[in-house]
């Protein structure tokens, strides 16, 4: 006859964490960062493309505008003005546009960092940073 055994959930049961289950809980927060940072990327990426969009919208827009004011005839000086109308609005269109993105991607950078700090002590690593700035030992 075969003896019993203790099933592993019954060591857990007493509070002594057993290797597998320490590694496997290991593994597990690892992917949930790393999935969690993958949707930080994600919603950036998102972000991004709607910023694209919004400037090719605006930029068409603006554009169509001025094609149909050149169609007919115009004076010098309205084609000057179409001109100087067109190269203001890419100025400032892509001064906006960089802006955006740079935004954006700062968003996205802080949402990357902000992942997986759950998982560790912040008020340790703090303390651990400020006492040695504060002259404390």
Known sequence: MKAARNPPAAAATFGIPIPWNLASDQQRQQLAVATESACAVFRGFEAIRKIQERAAHQALHTYSTAAEKLKGPCDP?????????????????????????????????????????????????????????????
Do not use: K
């Not at 546009?97 to 991607?105: D, E, H, I, M, V």
């Not at 990357?112 to 002590?121: A, K, S």
């Open 77 to 137: 000086q309205d084609v000057m003005g179409i001109q100087s109308h067109l190269m203001r609005f890419d100025m400032e269109s892509a001064t906006q546009y960089w802006q955006q993105l740079a935004a954006a991607t700062m968003e996205m950078q802080a949402q990357l960092m902000n992942c997986g700090t759950h998982l560790i002590n912040t008020d340790a690593v703090l303390e651990a940073v400020r006492a040695p700035l504060m002259g404390e030992h």
